[in-house]
């Protein structure tokens, strides 16, 4: 089963992927993940990607493509994945289905997880993430058990940079369009399916539980 999920910056996206991988034992596919690490590590993807997600906008496509092209092909990947957060261009869906083709597989359903703006801006200032393990968190919505502590290693939960105020919005603002023009390209494709997003996240999870268990499994 390889699906995509599709939303603005905060709309859930990361949160319901970790679950469907979970439920389905396929691999979490991030973008924004996979450049954390790589800055993290100080790798020179690392140090390519830096500038454009401290400033809130997106790293350029050919870097993002190949990053993604090399990692669909793994062995994990065979039984299917879950992409988030890419494609966010149309240039980069273009290039994920020459890719599909390529590996003679297609994309089942793309997930287009919707969150007005306003939701948006609490769900990403309220946002921590574990700084060792990258599990996500909310200081209201999804509190840890224990206050800036990871539930799942123990580590310290810590807020990314490009979650400070300032980059919120202007995040949102790099996106909109390219959102918009990529939920045309997949509903042309028949492929795209629309979740509100704004309900809990188990109501959430749940409502596209059913959508897949109707239309892919
Ligand atoms: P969010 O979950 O809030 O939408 P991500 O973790 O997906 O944020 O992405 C963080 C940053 O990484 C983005 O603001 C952008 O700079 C970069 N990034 C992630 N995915 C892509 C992509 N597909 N294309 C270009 N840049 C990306
Ligand atoms: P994205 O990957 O789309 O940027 P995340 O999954 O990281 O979004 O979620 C953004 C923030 O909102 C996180 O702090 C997360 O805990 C919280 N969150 C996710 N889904 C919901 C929901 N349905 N209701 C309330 N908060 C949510
Ligand atoms: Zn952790």
């Known amino acids: 089963m390889n699906l995509v999920f599709l939303g603005l910056p905060g709309a859930g996206k990361g949160t319901q992927a970790q679950i469907l991988a979970k439920k389905y034992n396929i ?9 954390r690490n790589a800055i993290k590590n100080e790798t020179p993807l690392g140090v390519k990607a830096k500038e454009y997600i401290d400033s809130g906008e997106l790293v350029p496509d050919e870097v993002t493509n190949g990053i993604v092209k090399e990692r669909l092909q793994k062995e994990d990947c ?25 590996l003679d597989r297609k994309l089942d359903l793309v997930i287009y997880t919707k969150v007005k703006e306003s939701e948006l801006i609490k769900r990403l200032t309220g946002r921590r993430i574990c700084e060792d393990c990258g599990a996500t968190y909310h200081v209201e919505f999804d509190p840890p058990e224990v206050e800036a502590i990871c539930d799942k290693c123990g580590g310290n939960l810590i807020q990314r940079d490009d979650d400070k105020e300032e980059t919120v919005e202007k995040r949102i603002n790099v996106n909109k369009d390219k959102t918009d023009q990529l939920i045309n ?15 809990e996240i188990d109501a959430v999870s749940n ?3 059913d959508v897949i268990e109707e239309k892919v499994k």
Do not use: W
């Open 27 to 35: 691999p979490h596919i991030s973008t924004g993940d996979i450049f």
């Open 78 to 102: 065979n039984q299917g994945f879950i992409l988030d957060g890419y494609p966010r261009t149309l240039d980069q869906a273009e290039a994920l289905d020459e890719n599909m083709n390529q």
């Open 207 to 209: 409502e596209i539980v």
């Open 185 to 199: 390209y997949y509903n042309k494709k028949d492929i795209l399916i629309e979740i509100d997003a704004e309900k």
